[in-house]
């Protein structure tokens, strides 16, 4: 990729390879970069949403795995492979529809405020149970909120990852 863009842009106008395109979409007008693209990055991505999802969702899975092993470990609180892969596996199908539907409309700014809200009320609540309440609180409810927290601001983008942080930090 040693072209650069404004030059794969000419070489795309001169093909006219994009008069194919209106006239398949039944524009009839010319095209602007904008509009191409748009149609690069739908091209970009070969991989389906619903793929996306499952690979993101086993990844949330591990780390909702490794908090609630260092909940457990951190109130010497023994606790069986099996049941670990137990609750992991109940919490996929919740995890897999909140990253579809993020995923899905991950760059519209209802989203990204909709994560900002989740991020903060996840952050923010997870830094309460720590601080007020007990063992059995923290041990049941630590682990999905951590999860949720981190996937939300891991999916933001930095504007509102930045505010998350302040929210939280200014709430401890």
């Known amino acids: 990729d ?3 863009d404004n030059e794969k842009m000419r070489l795309i106008r ?3 390879i994009m008069s194919k395109y209106t006239k398949a979409n039944g524009t009839g007008s010319d095209v602007d970069e904008s509009e191409l693209q748009a149609v690069q990055g739908e091209q970009a991505s ?3 949403l619903w793929m996306d999802a499952i690979i993101y969702t086993v990844g949330l899975a591990a780390v909702y ?3 609630e092993t260092l909940v457990n470990q951190q109130y010497s609180v023994e606790i069986a492979v099996s049941e670990l892969i137990r609750r992991m596996a ?3 199908p919740a995890l897999y529809a909140i990253v ?3 995923l899905r409309f991950r760059r519209t700014r209802v989203a990204n405020l909709v994560m900002l809200v989740g991020a903060c009320v996840s952050g923010c609540y997870f830094i309460h149970l720590n601080l007020h309440s007990p ?3 923290i041990m049941r409810r630590a682990p999905g909120l951590v999860t949720m927290w981190i996937y939300f601001t891991f999916l933001m983008d930095v504007r509102p990852a930045i505010i ?3 929210v939280v930090g200014l709430f401890w």
């Open 100 to 102: 579809y539907f993020t």
């Open 164 to 166: 998350n942080a302040l």
């Open 135 to 137: 063992r059995l609180g």
């Open 2 to 4: 040693d072209i650069p």
């Open 65 to 67: 795995g490794l908090f």
């Open 90 to 92: 109940k919490t996929l």
């Open 46 to 48: 070969d991989i389906p």
């Open 14 to 16: 001169e093909s006219g």
